[in-house]
């Protein structure tokens, strides 16, 4: 039982680092001399580095929204499993907990798909989709699968 606790343990938090990673890191789309992501698009000409502000329509401001939504549900969720796994009678389930995690990965998927549609009107069709846009389609099924098993978990002693 204390492996099985600690691969779960395991996987939410690899979970929950892939959807921070995605979040923060400027690689949403990338080319050799620009990259941008959620908050900035930056550019690199003639050796100078300009960087501009990510503000350019409602959709990424939703895309934004949606990714901290997810990582606050999903941290959410794992503060409400520590604090089941102590208070949760002997049988029971974890319904909240996997509740919030699976809000959290309906919220990075929503956003991913957002910005798989909207992407061509932002960003130049010279540039591809970068590592971090990767991450949250990969911490997508992690997180959903994570709160799954939550919700199919039972409490032991």
């Known amino acids: 039982m204390l492996i099985l606790l600690c691969g779960i343990i395991f996987l939410h938090v690899a979970a929950l680092a892939l959807l921070f990673v995605s979040t923060v890191v400027s ?8 990259s941008a992501d959620l908050w900035v698009n930056c550019t690199t000409i003639n050796g100078a ?3 501009l502000t990510g503000d350019t329509g409602v959709w990424i401001q939703a895309v934004q929204a949606l990714m ?3 990582i606050i549900f999903s941290f959410l969720s794992l503060f409400l499993f520590f604090c089941q796994l102590f208070t949760l009678q002997k049988g029971g389930r974890f319904f909240l907990t996997g509740a919030f995690q ?4 309906l919220f990075v998927m929503s956003g991913a798909i957002i910005y798989t549609v909207m ?3 932002w ?3 010279s540039e591809s989709f970068g590592f971090a846009y990767i991450l949250a389609w990969v911490a997508f099924p992690l997180v959903l ?3 799954l098993i939550y919700i199919i978990l039972r409490k032991r002693e």
Do not use: H, K, R
């Open 119 to 121: 992407n061509p009107e």
């Open 145 to 147: 699968i994570s709160g």
């Open 68 to 70: 901290i939504l997810s």
């Open 49 to 51: 580095y300009n960087c």
């Open 102 to 105: 699976i809000f959290a990965s």
């Open 123 to 125: 960003v130049p069709p």
């Open 27 to 34: 690689a949403w789309a990338v080319s050799p001399t620009s």
